[in-house]
């Protein structure tokens, strides 16, 4: 198992930009495909994009294409969301994940962080 710590969220205006950060410890972090998803109350939780073990392929959510970007920095066990163009739509606590496979599924995904709260204001 990984263990994973997200950071970076906090309250943004729509139109406004956050990056989160999820660091992760323990097994080989080139292990494995990271996800971010979300969750908003009484709501499941929401696939937001994947990127490989390399780094090299990334997917994303229809809702957040063209504003959101996944990146990866194995050197420092860091994966990062910036996400631009912030929307109230987008309020959702954020977690990342890691999966030993690409997948937007959150039941591939077995080691979760805390999360962190993301608020976007209108």
């Known amino acids: 198992q990984v263990q994973l710590v997200e950071s970076g969220g906090g309250l943004v205006q729509a139109g406004g930009s956050l990056r989160l950060s999820c660091v992760a410890s323990?097994?080989?972090?080139?292990?494995?495909?990271m996800g971010w998803f979300r969750q908003a109350p009484g709501k499941e939780r929401e696939f937001v994009g994947v990127?490989?073990?390399?780094?090299?392929?990334?997917y994303y959510a229809d809702s957040v294409k063209g504003r959101f970007t996944i990146s990866r920095d194995n050197a420092k066990n860091t994966v990062y969301l910036q996400m631009n163009s912030l929307k109230p739509e987008d309020t959702a606590v954020y977690y990342c994940?890691?999966?030993?496979?690409?997948?937007?599924?959150?039941?591939?995904?077995?080691?979760w962080g805390q999360g962190t709260q993301v608020t976007v204001s209108s």
């Open positions: 323990g097994r080989a972090f080139t292990s494995y495909a």
């Open positions: 990127i490989s073990w390399s780094g090299g392929g990334t």
């Open positions: 994940g890691a999966a030993t496979q690409i997948s937007v599924y959150p039941s591939h995904f077995g080691s």
